[in-house]
C-alpha cells in the first residue's frame, strides 16, 4: 500500500513538472508584473541608463515590481531569440535587428503598437520620421519602435593617411574630391606605407555581405527591388560595383583580403566604415581620427543606415503591459536620455545641438554630415522575409568572388541563381 | 501489514531502483522524451514567430527526398568523418605504439598529445580560428621556411581539411590513452614466443597487437565515428559552413535550417534521420565486431 501511495506521489510530482514546462497560455493577470526585455548591448552606461528608465516606470506603476534587461551576445542574437520563444520562454520585448525586420513584423509575433503609442501622455507619435520607421510598418500599422536608426560613416585614422603623404578625406572632401576612387587610393597607400591593413568594411569580413551595401549603394545597385522579388546582383550597377571592389581588394590592395582581421578601432587600419555608434571604442584611441561620410560613387552622393528597432512580444504574458513600457521607455523625455548613445527616430532631436551634447567625441559638423543627413536620405541596409535562409545562400554563391581570379560576373549571376527561388516564395 | 510487505528482498529491490531512478529520471526526461518530441515535431511545420504548429504529416520527410542542399550535407559529413575517423584512429595508434616504449620522456610526451583533450573545445577552436588566418601563425610559421601558405579557411579544398585537422590534434589524445592501455593488456609472453618463433616486429604488430587491442579498436572507432557526426562548434566557429557550402555538414545544415531560418519542423526531420545514420553505423559496427574483434572478454 505503501508502495501504491509512493508510485501516486511519484506521478503527480512527474505530472506536475509536465504541467508547469505546458504553462505558458495563461490568462493576463492582475498580480504583479514583471517584464524582460532582450538586447545585444552589455555596455554598462547603457544598461544604467535602462535601468533608470525602468526605475521611473515602476515607480509610477506599482504593479510592475521587476523590469529585466537580458543582455544576448549580438553574433547569436536573433538565433537565441527565436530559440528562446520556440522554448515558451520568450522576453516580454526586445530589441530587433534590422535583417530580421521583416519576419518579426509580418509575422504576428509582435503587438501593434499604434492604439498604445497614440494613448500615450505627451507621446507625439507623429515626430518619428517616415523613413525611419517603413520598415517596421506592415498593412500600415507600426510593430516595432526603431530606436536607433544609425548611419554609416567612413572613421578615419588620419595619422596612418599623412604618414603616407596621403590627403585626409577631410581635405579632399573640401576640395570636392572624397569619391570611391580616391579613398581607396588612399586606403592602399596608406596600407602599403605602414604595413597595415587599408579600408575595412567592419563586420563583413567576407560573410557578413549585407555591410557591402555601404559600397554598392554608391553605384546605385541593390542586393534585391524594392518589393523583394527580383535580384539585383546580375544587373549593371552591381557589376559595377562588385568589379570595382574586388579590384580594390585584389589589385589595388586596398581593402584586407579574406582571411585576414583588422581591427580599426585598435590602429590596425587606415579606415573603417561603420556606424556612428561606434564612436564610443575611440574613447582611448591613441592615433588621430576623423568621422567623414561615405565617399561618392559614380551615382553621386547617398548614405546607408543601420537599424534597430523594440518590439512587443505578443506572446507574453503581460502583452500590454509591455506595449506600455515601450511607450514610456521610447517618449519623448526618454527618447533624448536614449539619443546619447542611440541616434532617435524623432525629427525633433535630429538636431546637431542636441545630438552634440550627447556625443561629445563627434563634432558638430561631423553630426550634421553624417548623422542628421545621412538619416534624412539614407537607405536601409537589405532586409527581406525569411533573411536568413536568402543571407546564408549569397554568402554561399559569393565565396567564389573571394579569389583573384574570379569571374565577377560570372559569380553574380550564380547568386541570382541561388535566391531567386528564396526571393519568389 | 507493512512489516510483512517489506520483506528484506523487497527492500532490496527498492533500494536498487532507487540508486538507479535519477540516471533513469535523467534518461528520460533528457534523452528519451526529447527524442519522441523531435520525432512528432518532424511531422509538424512549426513557425515560431507565427506562433504556428499545423500536422503536416509525411510533408518534411518529402522535403527531405526532394532537398537539393542535403546531398551536398551528406558528402560534406561523409568527408568529415572518413577523414576525422582514418586520420584519428591512425594517429592514435601510431602515437600509443610509439609511447609504448620504455623510453626517457614518454610520460611528458603522453601528456603533451593528451592535454587538448581536457582544453574547452570552442577555446580550442577560437585560437586555431587565429592560426589559421590568412596572415596567421601557421602561415607565419611555413613563411620562415619559405612556403607561401594557403588561405586555409577560404580555400573549398583545404577548409574541410583544416576542420579535420583541428579536431584530429584537439581528439587524438583520448585514442591515444585507450590504445596505451590496451596495448599495456597485451600478455609480454606472447611477443617473446613470437620472437622465438622468428616472427618480424610487422609480423607481430599485425598478428598480435591488432586482434588482441581489437575490443578497443572497435570501442574508438564508434566513438570517433558517432562524435564526427555531431561535429558542430568547429564548423560554427572555423567556416560557418563556408567556403560555398564545402563543410556544411549535417549537423550544421539542421542547426541552420532549425535556427537560423527557422523551419523547426524540417530541422527535427534532419535530426532524425541524423538520428538514424548514427544508429545504423552503430550497429554495423556493431555486427562486424564478430568478424574482426577477435578477443573480448
Known sequence: MKIRALLAAAT?????????????????????????????????????????I???????????????????????????????????????????????APDFVNSGALVPLDDTLGKAEGYNAADLSTSATKLWKADGKLFAYPFSTSPFGVFVNTDMVKAAGQQTPAELIAANQWTWEKAVAVAAASSAKSGKSGLVVRDFDYKGWDNLSTVWAGWGAEAWTADGKGCGFDQQPMVDAMTFLHKAIFTDKALPGPGTTADFFAGEAAMTITQISRASLLKEAKFGWDLVPLPT????????????????????????????????????????????????????????????????????????????????????????????????????????????????????????????????? | MSTR???GSRRDTLAGYLFIAPQLLGSLLFVFVPLGLVFWYSLHEWNVLADTFTFVGGENYQAL??????ADALVATGFFSAGLVVLNLSLALLLAVLLN??????????????????????????????????????????????????????????????????????????????FLAALQGVPANLYEAATVDGAS????????????????????????????????????????????TSTTVLVYYLYQQAFQFHHFGYGATLSVLLFVIVLLLTLVQWRMRRKWVFHES
Open chain 2, 101 to 178: 616504449q620504455r623510453l626517457r620522456g614518454t610520460v611528458f610526451f603522453r601528456t603533451v598529445f593528451f592535454s587538448p583533450v581536457v582544453v574547452s573545445l570552442v577555446a580550442w577552436t577560437i585560437v586555431w580560428n587565429f592560426l589559421l588566418q590568412d596572415n596567421g601563425g601557421i602561415n607565419g610559421l611555413l613563411e620562415t621556411v619559405g612556403v607561401d601558405g594557403p588561405n586555409w579557411l577560404r580555400g573549398e579544398g583545404t577548409a574541410m581539411i583544416a576542420v579535420i585537422v583541428v579536431q584530429v590534434v584537439k581528439n587524438v589524445g583520448l585514442n591515444m590513452v585507450l
Open chain 2, 201 to 244: 616486429r610487422r609480423r607481430q604488430f599485425l598478428s598480435i597487437t591488432v586482434p588482441m587491442i581489437s575490443p578497443t579498436i572497435l570501442l574508438t572507432s564508434i566513438i570517433t565515428v558517432v562524435g564526427s557526426l555531431q561535429v558542430f562548434a568547429q564548423i560554427a566557429v572555423l567556416t560557418q559552413g563556408g567556403p560555398g
Open chain 2, 5 to 7: 510487505f517489506w520483506t
Open chain 1, 54 to 100: 525602468a526605475d521611473a516606470y515602476k515607480a509610477k506603476n506599482p504593479r510592475v515590481t521587476e523590469i529585466k534587461f537580458d543582455p544576448i551576445p549580438f553574433e547569436s542574437y536573433t538565433t537565441t531569440l527565436t530559440t528562446q520563444i520556440a522554448g515558451g520562454n520568450g522576453p516580454d520585448l526586445a530589441w530587433l535587428l534590422e535583417n530580421s
Open chain 1, 12 to 52: 503527480a510530482g512527474v505530472l506536475s513538472l509536465g504541467l508547469a514546462a505546458c504553462g505558458g497560455e495563461e490568462e493576463p493577470s492582475t498580480g504583479p508584473v514583471s517584464l524582460r526585455m532582450t538586447v545585444w548591448s552589455s555596455n554598462e552606461a547603457h544598461l544604467k541608463l535602462f535601468n533608470e
Open chain 1, 297 to 425: 560613387g559614380p551615382k553621386g552622393e547617398y548614405s546607408v543606415i543601420g537599424q534597430a528597432g523594440l518590439g512587443a512580444l505578443k506572446k507574453g504574458k503581460n502583452a500590454d503591459v509591455a506595449a506600455d513600457f515601450l511607450a514610456f521607455f521610447t517618449n519623448p523625455g526618454n527618447s533624448a536620455k536614449l539619443a546619447a548613445y542611440f541616434p532617435p527616430p524623432r525629427t525633433s532631436l535630429l538636431t546637431a545641438e542636441t545630438l552634440a551634447k550627447t556625443n561629445p567625441l563627434l563634432k558638430p559638423e561631423q553630426l550634421q554630415q553624417v548623422v542628421i543627413d545621412g538619416i534624412s536620405t539614407g537607405i536601409v541596409k537589405p532586409s527581406h522575409t525569411g533573411q536568413a535562409e536568402i543571407a546564408q545562400a549569397v554568402r554561399a554563391a559569393l565565396d567564389p568572388l573571394w579569389k583573384p581570379d574570379a569571374d565577377v560576373k560570372t559569380v553574380l549571376g550564380g547568386v541570382c541563381s541561388a535566391i531567386n527561388p528564396l526571393l519568389a516564395k
Open chain 2, 65 to 70: 527526398a526532394d532537398d537539393p542542399k542535403l
